[in-house]
């Protein structure tokens, strides 16, 4: 009897093990379902592994609606006690590409049901906050915001509050463009028309604040017509429009996202309720080289020329960016103060001379020939107006720019000589700089004699950017080239360095251009204080056209001065002048 009895017994234990060993097992799969259908995102899935289907799908749609679904829920300590569990899950959340990470971990609960098990519906279980309402993820800037300033220390972009007057089909289209012509004068009932054309919601504008207030209740009152406003960077000096502002802006952003926190807000009745997050790390200002009344006469110099100029100015003793300056058909064609490339023409001859002078051609006081034309290699090369000086020193065809004088000097030097000099001075040197995007220019090696001599003059296969002829200017003035930089502290990086540039070479081609001014091809200018510089015409589209360019040195400070299709290179004197008389 009492073998029956402990064979009986056996037989109930095993059974019950084997039943808590299934409970857990279901409970396992209901755990790892949940889950599983969490991180891809499936509210519904998610939700038939619930207590409350219904509600549970609705709060989790919303969830993923809201925070995305780059989500992954990790079961753990799953348990069984009688007709209940308890289990953990492990939350990790990703946020803007995987820049930002939320992790935690929540209990959660589940009950037996018809032999199998159903987690009980709570929203704690999946995110804590989620039950006191929606949840939403937000970017936190540092606060205060970052400033770009001017080496004054005056802010040159701040954070501004703009609004985009956006017009829906259906709009009085002649009511808009009254209120916003004043503003815009490009806004007519036919431009706005035609945009609206294709049924969709167009930004008519985008104003400050300023503009706005004085029409804001009448646009307000129009049907079809919404204002959005939004927070962007902006120039405080609103007529200040120089290229390097974008490259600035870059730089803020860039700063601003590396500093920046982040929260995961709970919507509750009572208000907002942050259940997540990190906060916005301090951060600087962003102290720029530029000069804010420099800005403005490069701007004002270059304001009344009709075709594209340009104007750069460093500080030779830093290389720090003071201005850049562009008119507004410049600004119509992009940053060319920066990147675009011409024939830099005779301010070229600076290269040339530094190059003789180092290969031992000449000295500042040999006499050389200045015919009014010659033909070197089969080149014809004219003078301006053809004007001969027959015999005379170095210096003087240099002051007064005589293409036939270093025509034949580029023609002796060695195929690499004006390369070599040319990247002495920062001209075919790559930079690269916190805050900008520059191109000095480019110098090929001159194989043939012909090539040579249109190199010598700054025509043929030689480029330059108002920038790199700026750095010229730069390093002739310091000795060697500067490191360029736009951001305080940050000097750019150049892709090679070149050999050194002789600095008795640098003096005396420092002294030709001071005749330039005093004597020769630039001297409306001679009321200038210590003023140096170099006038260029470089032709173009088969001789036709010629850009007009001056490169100059005042003190610690050296500019260049564009004008593209200008016919001579009076307008760039000109711009160059308004320039430096105006500067604070």
């Given at each position: 009897?009492?073998?029956?009895?402990?064979?009986?017994?056996?037989?109930?234990?095993?059974?019950?093990?084997?039943?808590?060993?299934?409970?857990?097992?279901?409970?396992?799969?209901?755990?790892?379902?949940?889950?599983?259908?969490?991180?891809?995102?499936?509210?519904?899935?998610?939700?038939?592994?619930?207590?409350?289907?219904?509600?549970?799908?609705?709060?989790?749609?919303?969830?993923?609606?809201?925070?995305?679904?780059?989500?992954?829920?990790?079961?753990?300590?799953?348990?069984?006690?009688?007709?209940?569990?308890?289990?953990?899950?492990?939350?990790?959340?990703?946020?803007?590409?995987?820049?930002?990470?939320?992790?935690?971990?929540?209990?959660?609960?589940?009950?037996?049901?018809d032999?199998?098990?159903?987690?009980?519906?709570?929203p704690?279980t999946?995110?804590?906050?989620?039950?006191?309402?929606?949840?939403?993820?937000?970017?936190?800037?540092?606060?205060?915001?970052?400033?770009?300033l001017?080496?004054?220390?005056?802010?040159?972009?701040?954070?501004?509050?703009?609004?985009?007057v956006?017009?829906?089909?259906?709009?009085?289209?002649?009511?808009?463009?009254a209120l916003?012509?004043?503003?815009?004068?490009?806004?007519?009932?036919?431009?706005?028309?035609?945009?609206?054309?294709?049924?969709?919601?167009?930004?008519?504008?985008?104003?400050?604040?300023?503009?706005?207030?004085?029409?804001?209740?009448?646009?307000?009152?129009?049907?079809?017509?919404?204002?959005?406003?939004?927070?962007?960077?902006?120039a405080?000096?609103?007529?200040?429009?120089?290229?390097?502002?974008?490259?600035?802006?870059e730089?803020?952003?860039?700063?601003?996202?590396?500093?920046?926190?982040?929260?995961v807000?709970?919507?509750?009745?009572?208000?907002?309720?942050?259940?997540?997050?990190?906060?916005p790390?301090?951060?600087?200002?962003?102290?720029?080289?530029?000069?804010?009344g420099?800005?403005?006469?490069?701007?004002?110099?270059?304001?009344?020329?009709?075709?594209?100029?340009?104007?750069?100015?460093?500080?030779?003793?830093?290389?720090?960016?003071?201005?850049?300056?562009?008119?507004?058909?410049a600004?119509?064609?992009?940053?060319?103060?920066?990147?675009?490339?011409?024939?830099?023409?005779?301010?070229?001859?600076?290269?040339?001379?530094?190059?003789?002078?180092?290969?031992?051609?000449?000295?500042?006081?040999?006499?050389?020939?200045?015919?009014?034309?010659?033909?070197?290699?089969?080149?014809?090369?004219?003078?301006d107006?053809?004007?001969?000086?027959?015999?005379?020193?170095?210096?003087?065809?240099?002051?007064?720019?005589?293409?036939?004088?270093?025509g034949?000097?580029?023609?002796?030097?060695?195929?690499?000589?004006?390369?070599?000099?040319?990247a002495?001075?920062?001209?075919?040197?790559?930079?690269v700089?916190?805050?900008?995007?520059?191109?000095?220019?480019?110098?090929?090696?001159?194989?043939?004699?012909?090539?040579?001599?249109?190199?010598?003059?700054?025509?043929?296969?030689?480029?330059?950017?108002?920038?790199?002829?700026?750095?010229?200017?730069?390093?002739?003035?310091?000795?060697?080239?500067?490191?360029?930089?736009?951001?305080e502290?940050?000097?750019?990086?150049?892709?090679?360095?070149?050999?050194?540039?002789?600095?008795?070479?640098?003096?005396?081609?420092?002294?030709?251009?001071?005749?330039?001014?005093?004597?020769?091809?630039?001297?409306?200018?001679?009321?200038?204080?210590?003023?140096l510089?170099?006038?260029?015409?470089?032709?173009?589209?088969?001789?036709t056209?010629a850009?007009?360019?001056?490169?100059?040195?005042?003190?610690?400070?050296?500019?260049?001065?564009?004008?593209?299709?200008?016919?001579?290179?009076?307008?760039?004197?000109?711009?160059?002048?308004?320039?430096?008389?105006?500067?604070?």
């Open positions: 009897m009492s073998r029956l009895l402990a064979a009986l017994t056996v037989t109930v234990l095993a059974a019950a093990l084997a039943g808590c060993s299934s409970a857990q097992d279901r409970l396992n799969d209901t755990v790892r379902q949940f889950a599983d259908a969490l991180s891809n995102g499936d509210a519904a899935a998610a939700a038939a592994t619930t207590t409350d289907p219904a509600r549970a799908a609705d709060t989790l749609g919303k969830l993923f609606a809201s925070l995305g679904s780059d989500v992954e829920f990790r079961p753990d300590a799953v348990k069984v006690d009688e007709n209940t569990g308890t289990f953990a899950l492990d939350v990790h959340w990703r946020f803007r590409d995987g820049a930002t990470q939320w992790t935690y971990r929540t209990a959660g609960a589940a009950a037996a049901s032999d199998d098990w159903k987690i009980d519906w709570a704690t999946v995110a804590p906050g989620l039950d006191a309402g929606p949840l939403s993820y937000s970017t936190l800037g540092p606060d205060p915001a970052v400033r770009v001017d080496r004054t220390g005056a802010e040159l972009l701040t954070q501004h509050i703009v609004t985009l956006n017009v829906a089909p259906g709009a009085d289209v002649n009511t808009v463009a916003l012509n004043p503003l815009a004068p490009g806004i007519t009932p036919e431009s706005l028309g035609a945009d609206l054309a294709g049924g969709k919601t167009v930004t008519a504008i985008t104003l400050r604040q300023e503009d706005l207030a004085p029409i804001e209740a009448q646009l307000s009152a129009l049907p079809n017509v919404t204002l959005a406003p939004q927070t962007r960077l902006l405080t000096d609103r007529s200040l429009t120089s290229p390097t502002l974008a490259g600035l802006e730089l803020w952003q860039q700063r601003t996202d590396e500093a920046a926190g982040w929260a807000t709970a919507q509750t009745s009572a208000g907002a309720r942050r259940v997540g997050g990190q906060d790390k301090p951060v600087g200002d962003i102290s720029s080289t530029l000069d804010i420099l800005l403005r006469a490069g701007e004002a110099a270059l304001a009344s020329i009709p075709t594209p100029a340009a104007l750069v100015a460093i500080e030779p003793s830093t290389g720090a960016l003071r201005a850049v300056a562009q008119n507004g058909p600004d119509a064609q992009g940053p060319i103060a920066l990147t675009g490339l011409y024939p830099p023409g005779s301010t070229f001859k600076t290269v040339t001379v530094s190059a003789a002078l180092q290969a031992g051609q000449v000295t500042p006081d040999t006499v050389v020939a200045c015919p009014g034309t010659e033909n070197i290699q089969g080149r014809q090369i004219p003078n107006d053809n004007f001969d000086l027959g015999q005379v020193p170095l210096h003087t065809a240099f002051a007064r720019s005589c293409n036939t004088t270093m034949r000097l580029a023609v002796d030097l060695p195929p690499d000589a004006l390369t070599k000099a040319a002495q001075l920062g001209l075919g040197i790559d930079y700089a916190p805050g900008m995007t520059t191109v000095t220019g480019s110098v090929p090696v001159a194989d043939t004699a012909a090539l040579r001599v249109e190199e010598g003059i700054g025509q043929g296969k030689v480029t330059a950017t108002p920038f790199g002829m700026a750095l010229v200017a730069a390093a002739l003035a310091h000795g060697s080239v500067p490191a360029p930089s736009i951001v502290g940050r000097p750019g990086t150049p892709d090679r360095t070149p050999e050194p540039l002789p600095s008795t070479v640098a003096e005396h081609v420092r002294s030709m251009m001071r005749e330039t001014v005093t004597a020769g091809t630039a001297t409306q200018l001679q009321d200038v204080p210590g003023l510089g170099k006038t260029g015409t470089a032709e173009y589209i088969d001789d056209h850009h007009g360019w001056f490169v100059g040195i005042q003190g610690d400070l050296a500019l260049a001065v564009f004008v593209s299709d200008a016919g001579s290179s009076a307008p760039a004197v000109e711009a160059a002048g308004r320039f430096l008389r105006a500067r604070p």
